[in-house]
Each structure stands twice: as structure tokens, then as C-alpha cells.
């Protein structure tokens, strides 16, 4: 028996974003004398929160009834669309993809829509804990989840508690909810103790970095929505950026790069950094300041890498699920789906048994099926992949064949023998470094608890993976969390954990998957403004 103090619902939800709060609110909407609460590990509702966004708002319309009325922050709604190739020095017009098509569509900061959809929850009877972390799944005898383990707050680096000592409690339920997001450490524990992925392609991710900016008055064409290709990436390297045009003169600016890529010492942050130089985003730029900024990782498996999605006790919505639609560069609206999808079927039966042939049958896979060989069809290049995509999209995605996707980690290409090179320039726009970005993400760690990125088998990081690959965490990491360190004794890979901005690239993308990210104390981590 655990000596933790319980606390007893009918359902958990852990994850605080559009598919977990969605959830929640659906089920006091069919079954109000449910018990219902929601986990959330940033201090405040949406500080964890990081998307473009564009979002569909049918399942907001579907959810809460008169929601225009009473809009979300930040909610302006679509403009004219751009679609763009660039080069080093110029920009060509193509014509928009369908699915990027954003008539009657609304660009949001999802971590504002989030804190604002968290007190219709509450009003609707939904327990809310922000500041929370999930550290563990509770398991019964037999086996199936019963909950989970609030991690224990108020102790040092070594593991030991301190004055201010608390003991997290275990929440159980009959159900608990994964709504994670992408690579959610309790979401990856429970596919690999169910095998949930015993039947799909490995699932593969992005990196996404965003900045919201602040800019002159009369910059910005309020309800423009840009998506740019090309440079500064070359063709072997999946990815683009948008630009999204608020109001009050802001804009978001975000760059996306698949984590399939072959350089080992390719910097996601410097090709972030290269395109506010391109000549058009430069001059959009110029005199403008950054207001917040963050990254975080994405899914972009698709329907090939759809694990099951129930298992003993639990069920995985949203981007725990991996339901990101890529060529749409978009999830909310599939993640809202999930939740509510999941809140039905939890009304109707009562148990998770069954939700995985749900979903399975339900449009929210029928929207990934069409767009299955998309993304795997940028993995010979861009020129490839754009004709691929032409032909998905034709066809309605109704060819026979489909394309598999393979794991990021073991796409690196080893030192020996292959060059890689970019057509980059001398930059001078601020932030000059991964440390002043992320000044801008406000994220804090109190420095004396325990390091929650954990090098499993640090031996590797020397024996082999600086011969092999140059130690390619101090690249792909945006926030310098990984330094490669000498002294008197020796070498060793420095964990600067309170860099961290929970992005999860090093738990994706490290060759020998060496590190593991879990959750620290309870309110640590960024605390994202308006992304």
C-alpha cells in the first residue's frame, strides 16, 4: 500500500492544453456529476503552452456555444493567405496548398486560449491543479493504471528533502487521460509498458521556435498568415517558417525543422536565427523588439505512427495520441476533437476499452489517412516532397501505397566522410545566443533540486558519440542545456537543467537515446506569454 495521502476522482486528466481541457468540459457537459480533474505542471494554465497557432474553430463552436462572443486574448481572425519559396536574397509567390487555405479560420496564442478555456472548466465543476507534475503512472495489482504520483516538492539536488519539504500526494481514478502533448514522459511510459506502438511506424517529431515580436506602428497587415519554404534550409532538410500578423503591431514569428535530419552538428537555433535575416523578414523586423519567446517539439508522424490509444485504464488524446495534421500545420482542432471524442465515449461506456477503434473510425483519423504520405515524402527532399504532396492532394489521398516513417534519432549521418554545408550569412539581429533566448521564455528552475534530464549511460557521451557525432546535443538543444565541459577531471557533458524549456528534442533526437527528460518540480520550467 502506498504511504502517500490519495485523493479519489472519476476521471484524471493530465495536461492542461486544448485536448485535455476539452475533455474536462465535455464530460461535465454529458455527465455533470462526474468527478473530474485536471494536471497541470506549469505554474499557471498555458505557460507551457506553445503553437503557431491558426486553429479551426469548429470544435470551439461545437464545445462552447457563443465562444465569438467572448473571445479568447488574442484571437484575430484570418487574412489573406501567402505561400513563399524563398531564397538567400528574394521570395517567389507559389500558389497556396489547399490545406493551408485559412478562410474562417483564427490566429490565437494557444497559451491564452488555453488560460482562458480553464475557468469555463472550473465553472462547469472541474478540479484544476496548475503547478502539479505528473511524475508517475499508478499502477494496481494487476497491472492497469489507477492514477498517477504527484512529484514530491521541496527537494534539493541530491534527492533529499529540504525545509520546505511536501510530499506529492497519488490521484486515482477508474480513468486517466493523457494529454500530454508531444512526447509526454508519462505517454511514453505508458506505450512502452503496453506496447502500444507494437503496430505503427516509429513516430517522428519537429522542433518548433517561435518569438513574438512587437513592431512599429502600421507594420503589420493584421489577419496575414505567411508560410515560407526553402532557404534558410537546404532541400534534404524538412521545414519552413510562418509569420502571423496579430494585432496592436505583433507579430509571431516561428520556424519548424523536422528532427529527421542527417547533420549531426546542424543548429536548429541558427537556422532560426539565419531566417530573421533573410532581406523581406529583416525589414519586418527592424526596430522592433522581442516581447516572449519558446520552442517546443511536434509531432509529425501522422497516421503511420498512430499508436493505439488505450491501454488498462488510460487512454492518449491529442498530441499524446500524435494527431497533428502537417500539411495543415495544424492540431488544435484535431487535438479538441480527441478530447471530446474521449469524453463521449468515457460517458457512454465508462471505461477506455474500445476508444482505440473509435478514434480509428472517427474523421480525426480520417483527416490524418488522407494526408498519410505528405510529410514521408519530403524524406528525398524538398522538390520530392512538393510533388509528392501534389499528388496526395489530387488524389485525395486515395493511392494504395504508403510511405513508412523512420525513426529521427537514427537518421544521423556519422562524421566520417560526410560534409554538409549551408549557404548562411554573418548575422547581427538580437538574440545573438540560445541564453538571451531564453531570457525571453521566463523559464525557472530553482537550481538546488534534482537535474530532471538524465544522461542514462554518460560513459557514451565520450566513448562514442564525440568520435561518432560530435556530441550533437550542444547543437540541437536551443537552450545550451548540454555543454561539453574539460578539467583536471577530464571531459564530461554539463547539464545546465535550469536552461530548460521542456522542449523535449533531446529525448527525441539524441543517437544513442541516452537522455531521458521527466518532469521537475511542480511550476518549473518556462512561463510563456501570448505563444
Not at 137 to 166: H, N
Not at 176 to 185: A, N
Request: net charge negative; glycine share 10%; with cysteine.
Amino acid at each position: 500500500m502506498s504511504d502517500r495521502e490519495i485523493m479519489e476522482y472519476d476521471v484524471v486528466i493530465i495536461g492542461a492544453g486544448p485536448a485535455g481541457l476539452a475533455c474536462a468540459i465535455r464530460l461535465k457537459q454529458l455527465k455533470e456529476e462526474l468527478n473530474v480533474c485536471v494536471i497541470e505542471k506549469a505554474s499557471e494554465i498555458g505557460g507551457h503552452i506553445l503553437s503557431g497557432a491558426v486553429i479551426e474553430p469548429e470544435p470551439l463552436d461545437t464545445l462552447l456555444d457563443g465562444w465569438r462572443d467572448d473571445p479568447p486574448p488574442i484571437c484575430v481572425p484570418a487574412g489573406r493567405d501567402e505561400f513563399l519559396l524563398l531564397s538567400k536574397t528574394g521570395r517567389r509567390k507559389l500558389p497556396t496548398p489547399p490545406q493551408q487555405k485559412n478562410h474562417g479560420n483564427f490566429i490565437v496564442s494557444l497559451g491564452a486560449m488555453c488560460a482562458w478555456m480553464a475557468p469555463k472548466a472550473e465553472a462547469l465543476g472541474v478540479d484544476l491543479f496548475p503547478g502539479f507534475a505528473a511524475a508517475d503512472l499508478s499502477l494496481a495489482e494487476d497491472g492497469s493504471v489507477q492514477g498517477v504520483v504527484i512529484g514530491d516538492m521541496g527537494v534539493d539536488r541530491q534527492g533529499e528533502p529540504k525545509d520546505t519539504y511536501v510530499q506529492g500526494i497519488e490521484i486515482r481514478a477508474p480513468l486517466t487521460v493523457l494529454g500530454e502533448g508531444c512526447r509526454g514522459h508519462l505517454t511514453k511510459r505508458l506505450i512502452a509498458k503496453f506496447k502500444l506502438d507494437a503496430d505503427s511506424d516509429p513516430q517522428t517529431y519537429g522542433i518548433g521556435m517561435k518569438e513574438l515580436w512587437q513592431l512599429p506602428e502600421g507594420r503589420t497587415e493584421k489577419g496575414l498568415i505567411q508560410h515560407t519554404v526553402g532557404w534558410p534550409l537546404p532541400n534534404s532538410i524538412y521545414g519552413g517558417s510562418f509569420i502571423y500578423h496579430l494585432d496592436r503591431d505583433r507579430v509571431a514569428l516561428g520556424f519548424v525543422c523536422g528532427l529527421d535530419y542527417q547533420d549531426p552538428e546542424f543548429s536548429p537555433f541558427e537556422a532560426f536565427q539565419q531566417l530573421k535575416h533573410h532581406p523581406e523578414i529583416k525589414k519586418l523586423l527592424a526596430d522592433g523588439e522581442i516581447l516572449s519567446a519558446g520552442a517546443r517539439a511536434l509531432v509529425e508522424g501522422g497516421y503511420q505512427s498512430l499508436p493505439r490509444v488505450e491501454a488498462p485504464g488510460a487512454m492518449l488524446i491529442g498530441d499524446s495520441a500524435g494527431l497533428l495534421n502537417v500539411p495543415k500545420i495544424k492540431g488544435t482542432h484535431q487535438a479538441m476533437k480527441s478530447g471530446m471524442l474521449a469524453a463521449e465515449h468515457i460517458a457512454e461506456k465508462g471505461s477506455a476499452e474500445g476508444f482505440d477503434a473509435r478514434l480509428r473510425a472517427s474523421p480525426i483519423t480520417a483527416e490524418l489517412k488522407k494526408v498519410r504520405n505528405i510529410r514521408p515524402g519530403f524524406q528525398k527532399g524538398l522538390w520530392r516532397g512538393m510533388f509528392t504532396a501534389a499528388v496526395e492532394t489530387v488524389t485525395l489521398g486515395k493511392l494504395p501505397r504508403t510511405l513508412p516513417n523512420h525513426a529521427d534519432h537514427e537518421q544521423y549521418r556519422k562524421l566520417n566522410g560526410h560534409n554538409f554545408s549551408y549557404d548562411w550569412v554573418e548575422r547581427d539581429l538580437p538574440p545573438r545566443d540560445r541564453l538571451a533566448s531564453v531570457y525571453f521564455a521566463s523559464t525557472d528552475h530553482d537550481e538546488d533540486q534534482p537535474i530532471h534530464l538524465k544522461i542514462i549511460e554518460p560513459d557514451v557521451c565520450f566513448d562514442r558519440c564525440e568520435e561518432e557525432y560530435g556530441n550533437p546535443c550542444t547543437k540541437f538543444c536551443p537552450a545550451s542545456v548540454y555543454e561539453k565541459v574539460e578539467d583536471e577531471n577530464g571531459k564530461r557533458i554539463q547539464v545546465n537543467a535550469a536552461n530548460c524549456v521542456h522542449c523535449k528534442t533531446c529525448d527525441i533526437a539524441d543517437p544513442y537515446q541516452v537522455i531521458e527528460w521527466v518532469t521537475p518540480e511542480g511550476g518549473a520550467g518556462p512561463n510563456y506569454r501570448n505563444l
